[in-house]
C-alpha cells in the first residue's frame, strides 16, 4: 500500500529521524507511526460511524499529540478548542462547527465524549490504517481569538498548512536537523504548526505541557532545540535567565501580538536573533517576517510577506492572499472581498523598502479632532513606568474632538497623575489621554489578550477602582 500521509511518508523515508520529544521521551518517526496507528485503531473503534469531524478539548500532552495525528490518519477534521473557554463557549464552537464528539479527559458532558486511550494494541504494519487526506481537505478547524467580537470558526486545510510550513522553510532555513520547541498551545495555530512543519519538513519537535520559562531556558541553554516560537511574554521572561544565546539555537519566532521596542532592544544587546512575525488564525500562523539581519535597522516593524504571500494596504488596511490564507469562515465568508483578497481588520503602513508595520486593529483606531490616535503607541509609552503593569488606551465620545483617548491602568503601587506626564513627552498632545482609570483588573480573552472592548461599555464599572485626578 503507498503510504499518503505525511507521517507514514516521513516514516517511510527517514525512519530513524528524531520525531518528537515529550518530557524525557524521545520518538523517531518510525516509532511515531507506529503509536499513531495504534491510537487509530483506538479512536476507529471508539468514535461513533459516519462521524467525520472530532474535537479536541486538552492542554498540550502527549496524548493530544498522537491523538490529532491518529485522527488526519482516519481522514477526520479536527476542532481544536480552547481549554480556557467558559462552557457558553465551547457550547456555541461546537454547535456552530456541528461537532458533536469530543475527546477529553474532563466531564464537560457537552456532546459525546470519548478519553484518549489508556492501553494500545499492537498494529502489524499490513494493518496501518490509511485513509488518506487530500490537499483541500479541512485538517483542522480552531476559532479566532474573539477580540473584536464573536470568534469565527476557522476551517484551515492540508494545502493551507502545507504552503505555511513551506514558506517557514524557506524563511528560516529549516531542515531536518532542527528542533522546535513549542511552549505555545496546539490549540493555537502557533503551537499547531509546529507540529505540522514536523510532517511536512522531517524536523523534529519538543512539545511542553506548559510555558515554563525555567525549563525552556535550560533546554535552549543545553542545546535540546534549535528553534523556539515564542509571545512576547515569554519572550521577556527569558532575557533574564539566558546570558547568550548559545550557538546550538537559532532563532526565537515571536508571533501573537505587538512587542514594547524595548524588549527588541534588550534581546539585541544580548545577541538573541528575533524574527518578529505576523500571522492569524486565518494565516495558518506566520505570513509576515522580519529576517534577523533586519531586526536593528527595521526594529518595530513585522517585515516582509512571505514566499507565495501578497501584501497591500487598501485605505490602511492590510490585505493577504495567499495559499496559506483561508479561503472562508465556517458558515460565513464576511472578510474576503470578490477578488478574493482577505480583509485582516488590522491597519498598517509600508515603509520605502516594503517592511510592514502594524498599527492598530480598526475597531480600535481613535479618531480625535481628525487626528488618527494608534491605542498601541501610547499603551507602550505608559507601560514604561516601572508602576504601571499593563495600560488599556480607548476611545470615548466627545462633543468637541468626536473622540478623546482615555486609559485604564492595572497599577503595582500607588501612583499620582503628575509621575505619568514625564513618560508621555514624546507625545503629541492630542494622544496623550484625557482621564486615567485604575482597574483591578484588565478582562482578557480565553487567548490572553486584552478586551478593550470591555472598557467601552457599561460594563467597564464592573473592573474600575478609582480615578486619578
Ligand atoms: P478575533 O478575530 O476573533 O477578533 P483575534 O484577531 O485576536 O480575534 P487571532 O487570530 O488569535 O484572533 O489573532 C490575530 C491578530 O493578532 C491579528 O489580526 C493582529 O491584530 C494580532 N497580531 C498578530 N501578530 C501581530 C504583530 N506582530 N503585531 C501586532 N499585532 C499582531
Ligand atoms: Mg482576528
Known amino acids: 500500500m503507498r503510504p499518503n500521509s505525511w507521517l507514514q511518508r516521513q516514516a517511510q523515508l527517514y ?33 461513533p460511524k459516519n462521524c467525520s469531524r472530532v474535537a479536541i478539548f486538552s492542554g498540550n500532552s502527549k496524548e493530544m499529540y498522537l491523538t490529532i495525528l491518529a485522527l488526519w490518519e482516519l481522514g477526520l477534521d479536527v476542532q481544536l478548542l480552547n481549554t480556557r473557554l467558559t462552557k457558553a463557549e465551547l457550547t456555541f464552537q461546537l454547535q456552530d462547527a456541528q461537532t458533536t464528539v469530543m475527546i477529553t479527559e474532563e466531564p464537560l458532558n457537552i456532546v459525546h465524549q470519548i478519553a484518549f486511550p489508556k492501553e494500545l494494541a499492537k498494529i502489524a504494519p499490513e494493518n496501518y490504517l490509511d485513509n488518506g487526506y487530500q490537499l483541500t481537505d479541512i485538517a483542522s478547524i480552531m476559532y479566532t481569538s474573539g477580540t473584536t467580537g464573536k470568534p469565527k470558526g476557522v476551517p484551515q486545510t492540508f494545502a493551507n498548512h502545507q504552503a505555511s510550513a513551506l514558506a517557514t522553510q524557506e524563511n528560516m532555513a529549516i531542515t531536518a536537523n532542527d528542533c522546535w520547541l513549542c511552549p505555545t498551545a496546539l490549540y493555537h495555530i502557533s503551537g499547531l504548526s509546529v507540529m505540522l512543519r514536523s510532517l511536512v519538513l522531517g524536523m523534529s519537535v519538543r512539545l511542553y505541557e506548559k510555558y515554563d520559562a525555567s525549563k525552556l531556558a535550560t533546554d535552549i541553554l543545553e542545546g535540546r532545540g534549535t528553534i523556539a516560537s515564542v509571545v512576547s511574554k515569554m519572550l521577556m521572561d527569558l532575557l533574564p535567565l539566558i546570558h547568550q544565546q548559545p550557538s546550538t539555537f537559532r532563532h526565537f519566532l515571536l508571533g501573537g501580538g505587538p512587542i514594547a521596542k524595548a524588549v527588541l532592544y ?87 523598502d516594503g517592511y510592514l508595520y502594524i498599527l492598530s486593529r480598526m475597531s480600535e483606531l481613535i479618531i480625535s479632532g481628525g487626528e488618527n490616535i494608534y491605542p498601541a ?7 514604561q513606568h516601572p508602576l504601571i503593569q499593563e495600560a488599556v488606551v480607548v476611545g470615548q465620545e466627545d462633543s468637541t474632538w468626536g473622540q478623546v483617548p482615555i486609559a485604564y491602568l492595572l497599577i503595582t503601587d500607588s501612583l499620582q497623575r503628575t509621575e505619568i506626564q514625564p513618560y508621555l513627552a514624546s507625545l503629541a498632545k492630542y494622544k496623550q489621554p484625557k482621564a486615567y482609570f485604575i482597574v483591578s483588573a484588565i478582562p482578557k480573552t480565553a487567548s490572553g489578550k486584552p478586551l478593550k472592548r470591555k472598557f467601552l461599555t457599561e460594563e467597564r464599572v464592573n473592573y474600575i477602582v478609582y480615578q486619578l485626578t
Request: proline fraction near 5%.
Open 15 to 47: 525512519p530513524k529521524r528524531p520525531a518528537f520529544y515529550w518530557k524525557d521521551k524521545s520518538w523517531s518517526f518510525h516509532a511515531l507511526n507506529e503509536v499513531v496507528q495504534a491510537y487509530a485503531y483506538y479512536f476507529q473503534q471508539h468514535l
Open 266 to 352: 534588550e534581546c539585541e544587546q544580548k545577541n538573541f536573533s528575533v524574527i518578529q512575525s505576523f500571522g492569524m488564525t486565518e494565516t495558518c500562523s506566520q505570513v509576515i517576517a522580519l529576517p534577523p539581519e533586519k531586526a536593528s535597522e527595521k526594529i518595530g516593524s513585522a517585515g516582509l510577506p512571505l514566499k507565495n504571500v501578497d501584501l497591500k494596504i487598501e485605505q490602511g488596511e492590510i490585505l493577504l492572499k495567499g495559499p496559506s490564507v483561508v479561503q472562508t469562515y465556517l458558515n460565513q465568508r464576511t472578510s474576503w472581498d470578490e477578488d478574493d483578497w482577505f480583509h485582516t481588520g488590522d491597519l498598517g503602513y509600508l515603509d520605502e
Open 377 to 383: 503607541e501610547v499603551e507602550q509609552a505608559l507601560m
